[in-house]
Structure formats: C-alpha cells, structure tokens
C-alpha cells in the first residue's frame, strides 16, 4: 500500500505561480507513475498531468500544457508539480495519485492510491 500527501496549495493571485509536492510511502516500489488530476466541486476529477518514475516520461493536459513542469525526486518518492501563470479556472483541488501500470495514465480510474488534495485558489 502506497501513502500520498500532497502539500503547496494555496490562494494565489492570476499570474502568479505554485508547486505543489507530492511525498509517497510505503511500498513505494511498485508505483510506475504518478499522475496529477484536480477536482471542482461538481465535476468530475479531470487528468492534469503524470509523469512515470523510472525513465521520467511525462505528459500534459492541453489545459497544462506550456504553463506547468512535472519534476521528481526519486531519493526523497517525492513528485513536483510546478504551476505557472496561474488563471482562475485552475481553482480547484489538486490530488496527487500512483499507479502501477504502464497505461492509462489519464485514467483516474487506473490509479491505486489518492492523496488528500491540496487547494489550490486562483482569485482575478
């Protein structure tokens, strides 16, 4: 079992910039990726970005594309999500998530184990 948590969100002005940390435990080992989705309060959770801890691959969301860099430190199992030019349309809550499979990335379906999120408010 693999234990998330996620940390870096806040309020923050349009323009501006965030990085949110995700820090795993736990059987570690078998995670292939984590992934990045948010969620407003009646939507469902949508895909931002993952990134695979082995060979570092990543990919985007058109929503993400340009504006936020994944990063990873395998020594500390922690997965950076940094956030720049930030628009109010990025509100929501941020969840950080693992998966053992080498697919479906975009899935939150595919994911084995979710953080708690992290809220992050972007105010215009």
């Known amino acids: 079992q693999v234990q998330l948590v996620e940390s870096g969100g806040g309020l923050v002005e349009a323009g501006g910039s965030l990085t949110l940390s995700c820090v795993a435990s736990g059987r570690t080992a078998s995670t292939y990726a984590v992934g990045w989705f948010r969620q407003t309060t009646d939507e469902e959770r949508e895909f931002v970005a993952s990134i695979a801890l082995g060979n570092g691959r990543t990919g985007y969301a058109d929503s993400a594309k340009g504006r936020f860099a994944l990063s990873k430190d395998n020594e500390k199992n922690t997965v950076y999500l940094q956030m720049n030019s930030l628009i109010p349309s990025d509100t929501a809550v941020y969840y950080c998530?693992?998966?053992?499979?080498?697919?479906?990335?975009?899935?939150?379906?595919?994911?084995?184990?979710w953080g708690q999120g992290t809220r992050v408010t972007v105010s215009s």
């Open positions: 998530a693992a998966t053992t499979r080498d697919y479906g990335h975009t899935l939150p379906r595919l994911y084995d184990a």
